[in-house]
């Protein structure tokens, strides 16, 4: 084993940015590639094996790349670029970080954080219809809303239609106090955030009044076409293969599409069938109709709802195994 030392020079606030708080994302890296990471005075020194001591520098190369663009390093930035660093991918973090969507009424730009939402950003882009599938936290609505919001502020579109099935999630929709709009609000809430916090409060009720920007349940795009929108439709997985068809159909002329979905996550009644899972059959290999799959690696909320979602996924790949052998051996015996 190859023992080598290497040194880069940086300046003190970028080693603060770098190193984070108490040095934690210093030591992920030190456990990652199992190497030891000192600053002695301005000049960072990486020691270990040779292999290890290359990924370590690259990361912090990549680190340090985003610290000195401005943006403030993140832990789920130093996750992702250990994870490509592995894969021998060195330049995804400022591959990612280059495609600036917009910035939120704070100031704070909008931009891919993995190479998935990277190719789900310009596969919105590019084609009329996107369905962006996978688990909670990938930034499926947000980034969708992002562009959205930029295409209407570009007068790309004239108006921004965004709209969600009313599902239950075990709660009873009658229960609920108030008109219907009122029952109907708390399953909008989601985008309702994502307006305020990308377009700020006040653009958004200006917007809304003059009819440009609506939010409403899915069934009340029944009967409508849409000319020159932004279309997002969200909770796709909830939607019946009817709703679906309705949805798709109501599509006009200068407008594009976001479907938005997460099929493990499904409300339906048992046994009934996600209008989101046959439009994936149905629509695969249509020309200007995309399909980007998400997955646990670009969740981009806490840490550990990548640890829940991977989690998940192993269990339910397992159960799914287990199911797949009894069937099977049922078959044999028959």
Do not use: W
């Not at 969507?101 to 704070?106: E, L, P």
């Not at 069937?327 to 044999?332: D, G, H, K």
Request: glycine residues 8%; charged residues 25%.
């Amino acid at each position: 084993m190859e023992f080598v030392e290497e040194s880069m020079e940086m300046e003190t606030a970028h080693i603060r940015n770098l190193f984070g708080e108490y040095d934690r994302f210093v030591k992920k890296l030190e456990r990652a590639f199992g190497v030891e990471i000192i600053d002695r005075d301005g000049a960072v020194r990486i020691r270990g094996n040779g292999t290890q001591v290359k990924h370590a520098r690259s990361v912090l190369a990549q680190l340090l790349a985003l610290s000195k663009r401005g943006n403030q390093i993140l832990e789920q930035n130093v996750d992702y670029a250990i994870a490509m660093s592995m894969e021998n991918n060195d330049n995804a973090l400022l591959e990612i970080d280059g495609d600036l969507i917009c910035h939120t009424v704070s100031g704070k730009p909008v931009k891919p954080k993995t190479l998935g939402q990277k190719q789900y950003a310009d596969a919105i882009r590019d084609k009329m219809i996107v369905f962006g599938l996978g688990p909670a936290g990938t930034g499926k609505t947000y980034l969708a809303m992002a562009m959205a919001i930029t295409a209407f502020k570009n007068n790309e579109v004239e108006r921004i239609i965004l709209t969600r099935p009313a599902i239950e999630a075990g709660e009873k929709l009658g229960f609920l106090p108030g008109d219907l709009q009122s029952k109907v609000d708390p399953y909008l809430r989601p985008l309702y955030d994502a307006l305020y916090q990308i377009m700020g409060a006040e653009s958004f009720q200006r917007n809304m009044e003059k009819g440009l920007i609506e939010v409403a349940p899915l069934a009340y795009m029944r009967g409508r076409t849409l000319d020159n929108a932004y279309i997002i439709l969200d909770e796709a997985q909830n939607t019946t293969p009817a709703q679906m068809k309705m949805f798709l159909t109501r599509i006009g002329f200068g407008s594009k599409v976001v479907v938005t979905g997460d099929a493990s996550q499904k409300d339906l009644a048992p046994g009934t069938v996600s209008g989101l899972d046959v439009a994936v059959k149905v629509l695969s290999g249509i020309d200007d109709i995309a399909f980007c799959t998400l997955t646990s690696r670009d969740v981009v909320r806490h840490p550990l709802v990548q640890k829940i979602v991977k989690a998940y996924e192993n269990y339910e790949a397992k159960e799914a195994y287990k199911q797949k052998r009894t069937q099977n051996r049922t078959r044999m015996r028959k």
